[in-house]
């Protein structure tokens, strides 16, 4: 059907004709910066400070000092993404990724993917060639995918690996991450796939930053800086069990940025999602969560106040009242 002469279809049209290309609408489906969908992180208040999640069809950076927490985090988010019937895939440059532990975490080991790339180049084509080789099956289209690199900062470039010495220079590296990011971003928004990169954090001239120069920080729609919480360890019965780490989203371009979201990470177990919820409740003053002397306590809408000590926070609140998760989520959600 043609478009009436003088209206902005007429115009598209011929300026289409001109260009030899398609102008789109913000409307049109085809348009790249749409966010497809959301993964869960497998905690509710680091959801919310992103948006309602890891955003499909973007880029996301997380980095930090070692033994912060990174990939437990990103073993969480691949494990979400398997409940709600995505495809999870993997690139473990480090190979020191423990599977054993993200299974615990709800993790199906048998339907995550692995990419082995040993260089740069050859992690992004693989990439490539996997969001091109979707397309050709209609079955995959729909499913949400995420793919987390574990550590881009660890793969070398070819050229490192066939010479003895730095042959490209220190800014090749960066060049080439650059450069392979501005495809492969761009493809990533016509799809439903979320691509996550795990960085190391290197001390630079401006504070802490990350390795690969900037074209993951650019590419990335949000950026979790993972640091030491002051709130130390999670204790329980005068021993650590784990640790509370902050994540600070110094870039987000979905909602706004510089939201602290604390993760109580246990050692066994990952991210305590109830704790988290709980904590952050008893944190904003909250009237239905806080503390009395050595006692904690959780007033329930028609059980009234719950108490118990801290350390028992699971084995007398969460087990015993099997609707206080939800309840706290809610809460959580109204205050955040």
Known sequence: MSAEPGSIKSFVQDLNAKLK??????????????ITGWVHTGCDILDWCIGEGVPLGRCMEIFGPESIGKSTLALHILAENQRQGGLSVIID??????????????????DLMVLDASTVEEGFFRISYFMGLLDSYESMRNRPIVIVWDTIASAPVSSDMD?????????????????????????????????????????????????????VKFYSSSRLHMQKSPKGSIDEGGAPV????DVHLIKNKIQRPLLVATLPIKFVGGI????????????????????????????????????????????????????????????????Y
């Open 272 to 335: 305590d999602n109830e704790l988290c919820n709980y904590n952050f409740l008893k944190d904003t003053g909250s009237s239905i969560a806080g503390s009395a002397g050595a006692w904690s306590y959780f007033m329930h809408p028609t059980k009234g106040k719950l108490s118990f000590y801290p350390k028992e926070f699971h084995k007398k609140l969460i087990s015993q009242h099997a609707d206080v998760p939800g309840l706290l989520r809610a809460a959580a959600r109204i205050d």
């Open 242 to 245: 784990g640790i509370y780490t």
């Open 93 to 110: 440059s480090e190979s020191t990724l423990d599977i054993e532990r993200g299974v615990s975490f709800g993790l199906v080991k048998e």
């Open 21 to 34: 290309s398609k102008v789109l609408f913000t409307g049109d489906e085809e348009v790249s910066s749409t």
């Open 163 to 215: 010479s003895k010495d730095f042959a490209g220079g220190m800014m090749h590296k960066p060049r080439i991450i650059r450069t392979k990011l501005s495809t492969v971003a761009k493809n990533l928004g016509r799809r439903k796939i979320s691509l996550i990169f795990i960085n190391q954090e290197i001390d630079g001239p401006g504070g802490p930053s990350s390795g690969g120069g900037r074209g």
